[in-house]
């Protein structure tokens, strides 16, 4: 329950973050008001001694997350998310969290498996290993399909996570509500929301057969794109608590040397890792959410494989094609059309002056494209970003905030593989093939001709319903001049004909 009671929580919390330098770096990047500052110091200072110690190799705030446990750690990786929230250099920070727990005993695995599955260990599985990988909410162990002896990855809930996370996502609840309450200026932020975008997050990990659709989704989307490959969901041996996947070979995105001694083409991998992200987010509206270093491996014949799919992202089309317009915008510097962009999809309040705000746009864009390509930065552009669209009144949007998220941290990628990677020439062709499939003639009848399918499916209705409100007028309270009956089924037939027309038109293209 999200009551005072959790106070006592949060005073465990603020003394951790006390005790290992944690607050007053999170106080500064969050700008934190001043009433805001002395509450954390009046729930912090006093209570230090109750706080943990945590490992002192590690940053401060890394430090405090990761000695809180499991649910902070998810929630450091959650807010990572959200430079706009927590700034860029905390974000940052909580990007490279370290997500490895000490494991659980391979018995309790065992046991969780086959209370979830129904059967031995030993019938499913040739052979199975200890923890491989470790993690605030799952563990990896490798095995052998019993029988064909095919080698698959199982992915096994913690025990009692779930209780726990209910225990300290009621505490966050709370702490977002003081902020909002101490700090009116953060609700621009919905620290709320943010919390609430966690707490589902959460529940979808929390339950395996979420992340088995999830990943099988992501591979049905993804099935012909050359060099990219997801791995395949073992569904007879997954349930709520087991994820059973087929186990990828290859070398982790993150060991250079390993690349490079297996002879693959680190600038072309940079440039299909953007390329792949782009065109699952824009071509899909469906993408992976965390594609960190940790999460992509290169497979021996060089293609790009996806792992972990606890986080994964959507886009409405319409987002799509508002995302692509700013991209595209920024692209070609017509600052110009990407104000527009913003004030059309409603992002910035119509009261604003939309030249101001073109010009405001140029102010961030000019500085990032007059850079030599090994320093244009996507999350120097988001930063500044941040800070105009802060000014000028605009809302988070917490999908399109996702968005630019996971494109630094991709970016991220891409510069480690080949430092003078160009972003924007890597960008291009996908967001403009984007472009001319749905935003030009093409799209607009085939939009026209998805709209005809819908009245169509509504035509037959259509003769009684006018009927209807041309007959009992007095249900209507407010109105414009009525038409004469002779006029409906005029209207009626035209609009059966201009749907003619449009499937027509469509099938031109």
């Not at 702490?175 to 959460?202: G, K, Q, W, Y």
């Not at 990219?228 to 073992?234: D, L």
Request: proline share 6%; hydrophobic share 45%; aromatic share 8%.
């Amino acid at each position: 329950m999200r009551g005072p009671h959790n106070i006592v929580r949060l005073i465990r919390t603020a003394g951790t973050f006390e005790r290992t330098g944690a607050m007053d770096v999170v106080l500064e990047q969050l700008r934190a008001p001043r009433e805001l500052r002395i509450a954390a110091r009046v729930m912090g200072w006093p209570f230090r001694w109750l706080g943990f110690r945590g490992d002192p190799d590690l940053p401060p705030v890394t430090r405090a997350l990761t000695a809180l446990g499991p649910s902070y750690i998810k929630l450091g990786q959650i807010l990572s998310t959200r430079p706009d929230f927590v700034g860029d250099d905390l974000a940052l920070q909580l990007r490279v969290l370290q997500d490895k727990l000490p494991p659980f005993p391979t018995a309790r695995a065992r046991a969780m498996i086959e209370a979830d599955l129904g059967l031995s260990v030993e019938a499913l599985f040739e052979e199975f290993s200890e923890p491989v990988a470790a993690a605030s909410i799952a563990q990896v162990h490798q095995a052998r399909l019993a029988g064909s002896g095919r080698k698959v990855a199982v992915k096994v809930l913690r025990p009692g996570i779930a209780r726990a996370f209910r225990r300290d996502i009621d505490a966050f609840y709370f702490a977002a509500r003081m902020i909002e309450v101490l700090s009116p200026s953060t609700r621009r932020l919905r620290p709320m929301e943010v919390i609430a975008h966690f707490d589902a997050t959460v529940q979808q990990e929390l339950d395996m057969r979420t992340e088995c659709a999830a990943a099988a989704e992501f591979a049905a989307n993804t099935a012909r794109d050359e060099g990219f490959r997801v791995p395949k969901v073992e569904w007879g041996l997954s349930g709520r608590a087991v994820m059973t996947l087929d186990w990828e070979e290859g070398v982790q995105m993150a060991d250079l040397q390993a690349i490079d001694a297996a002879g693959h083409d680190r600038a072309q991998l940079s440039e299909r890792v953007i390329a792949m992200f782009l065109r699952h987010a824009l071509r899909d509206g469906y993408f992976h959410a965390d594609m960190h270093q940790g999460n992509l491996k290169v497979a021996p014949n060089g293609d790009v494989v996806a792992l972990d799919f606890g986080i994964m992202g959507r886009l409405d089309e319409y987002t799509r094609r508002v995302y692509a317009e700013i991209l595209m915008g920024f692209i070609r510097k017509d600052y110009r059309r990407v104000a527009e962009v913003h004030f059309e999809a409603g992002y910035v309040p119509p009261d604003r002056d939309i030249d101001q705000f073109a010009q405001a746009l140029r102010s961030v864009g000019e500085p990032i494209f007059g850079m030599d390509a090994s320093r244009i930065s996507m999350g120097r552009l988001l930063a500044y970003l941040f800070e105009v669209t802060e000014r000028f009144g605009m809302e988070t949007r917490t999908e399109l905030i996702l968005l630019q998220r996971t494109m630094v941290v991709v970016e991220g990628v891409a510069r480690t593989l080949n430092p003078h990677m160009n972003l924007w020439t890597a960008a291009g062709p996908e967001v403009e093939r984007y472009i001319r499939e749905n935003l030009g003639p093409r799209a607009f009848a085939r939009d026209l001709a998805r709209t005809a399918r819908v009245l169509a499916r509504f035509g037959p209705h259509l003769p009684q319903a006018v009927e209807d409100a041309l007959r009992r007028p007095e249900r209507v309270t407010v109105r414009t001049e009525r038409p004469s009956p002779a006029a409906a089924p005029l209207w009626f037939l035209a609009g059966i004909a201009a749907t003619s027309v449009v499937l027509a038109l469509a099938g031109l293209f």
